[in-house]
């Protein structure tokens, strides 16, 4: 089995999770290593989840911590290959740091969109994958669409706002992006998660044997 574009999860913190998407070969899966988040997980907690997954790549992932802190934070850990950062002036501060890297940029307002249309050909000059949110979870149309088309032309992008199962297929058509991402949340309780819409999409992009 696999999926008809690449996968990314954020914010994974528990095994239900986890093993889900593994199962369904994400290939990306992130998690927050900011002890101020309410998804922060901690290094036995990394050690006891992905004892149990295989076949994906780990995503550490920060927000506002400087790489001097975020370098100290990884060493922490064992089995990460990216890190994610919110901050474009992190970028090039651990563009040497042998971790592929992922820049995660929110569209909060019309003007946002040229902001990271002008940064995008930097992005894929130096190979760094753009992880596109956005403030509104409406459905992408058709303006939105071609920008995503322009920044697809420029660098590699996961798209992680404005689909759901029924449209994501004409989204990744329209646009060329190389994939989409999505969030994990928290347990109902240990073992038991309400994922629908996560599956959801998930399933609408199983490729058929």
Known sequence: MALKTFVKISNVNNLSDARYCAG??????????????EYFVSPVEFKEITGWLSGLQYVAEFKLSHPD????????????????????????????????????YTIKQAEDWEDILSFSKSLGEHEIL????????????????????QL?????????????????????????????SMKGGHEIRPGIKDFDELADILEALEVED
């Open 152 to 180: 697809a032309a420029n660098c590699e992008v996961l798209v992680g706002f404005g689909f759901d199962a029924t449209t994501i297929g004409g989204i990744l058509e329209a646009t060329g992006i190389k994939g989409i």
């Open 130 to 149: 753009l992880n596109l949110e956005a403030d509104s979870e409406d459905t992408i149309g058709e303006e939105e669409l071609k920008m995503v088309g």
């Open 69 to 104: 802190q975020i370098l100290k934070t990884i060493q922490e850990y064992e089995g990460f290959e990216w890190i994610q950062v919110a901050e474009k002036h992190h970028l090039q501060l651990l563009e040497n740091s042998g971790y592929g890297l992922i820049y995660s």
């Open 24 to 37: 369904m070969y994400v290939n990306l899966m992130g998690f927050c290593l900011e002890e101020n988040s």
